[in-house]
């Protein structure tokens, strides 16, 4: 077979293979926004997009439930979390990758292991927190529950990240009088931005679709968020699943994602490959 041969069938296995994933990755998103505008009796169609779409899923959403509060309850906890999250874990990535002390490995992995958790094993454990702080039923419970979730991952990836910065840079900023906060947020952040752009990213998904936390933590409607609002999302008639409704928060809850990704894709792009090759 032909090197030419070779070459045209491994592009159209290429072409195939992005086709798939393509699909199905789409194909998801697609039906959700297309059953989002159908009505009830709309939603058994087999056609994609519907004769005659409708905006009353989305209204009632707003109309019938504070969604627009457990957005704004979800958009504060992720945001604080992933400000936490690049303050401290920044901190400790350089502490970890350019302090030596005894017992730094054992702490690496120690942090790594804490990240491996499932967060039904932390559970009771995290409810005893909330309580005793009297943080139950706030999004203070939330924050730091989400933030036990990102820190470990942010800091064992900005130690990474860390470690291939050169030395250099430390002992001019040392000949200057440079202090370690200073060193930091001033020299070491804008070197890691690709870095905390990209587990900030990660930060912010994680505290963003974050459900048994949110289930546990929290009891009133008004502090709850976005994944347990339309896990309660209910219908007019208990013989029926408010499909559209559902839908619709599906659509609105994935919108600020896509949003994030498109908006930061080159550095998300740029800080995931910068670690993978030491120069």
């Known amino acids: ?23 199905v990755t789409l194909a998801p998103l697609a039906v ?62 350089w502490a970890l990758a350019r302090v030596d002390f005894r017992g730094r490995g054992l702490l690496l992995l120690t942090i790594l292991a804490a990240s491996m958790f499932p967060q039904v094993a932390v559970l009771s454990g995290m409810f005893e927190l909330v309580r005793v702080l009297g943080l139950y039923d706030s999004l203070g419970a939330l924050l730091l529950a989400d933030l036990m979730l990102t820190l470990p991952f942010t800091v064992w990836v900005l130690v ?57 933590f929290t009891l009133s409607t008004e502090e709850r968020t976005v994944p347990v609002a339309i896990a309660l999302i209910s219908a007019p008639s208990k013989f029926e699943l408010p499909w559209g409704a559902l839908m619709a928060a599906s659509v609105i809850v994935t919108l600020p994602l896509l949003l994030l990704v498109l908006v930061f894709q080159r550095r998300i792009v740029s800080g995931l490959t910068q670690g993978s090759v030491k120069g």
């Open 1 to 23: 077979m032909s090197h030419a041969i070779k070459r045209g069938l491994g592009r159209v296995g290429y072409a195939l293979a992005s086709a798939l994933l393509l699909f």
């Open 32 to 93: 959700a926004i297309s059953s989002s505008f159908k009505q009830r009796e709309g939603l058994f169609s087999p056609q994609l997009w519907p004769d005659q779409p409708t905006l009353d899923n989305y209204l009632t959403l707003f109309r019938d439930q504070p969604f627009a509060h457990n957005l704004l309850n979800s958009a504060l906890v992720a945001l604080g979390v992933v400000g936490l999250s690049m303050l401290l874990g920044l901190m400790a990535a």
């Open 160 to 216: 990474t990240f860390t470690r291939q910065l050169p030395r250099e840079l430390e002992e001019a900023a040392a000949m200057d009088g440079v202090g370690p906060l200073t060193l930091v947020f001033r020299i070491f952040a804008p070197l890691l931005a690709p870095a905390m752009v990209a587990t900030g990213l990660l930060a912010f998904i994680a505290a963003w679709n974050e459900f048994l936390f949110a289930l546990t």
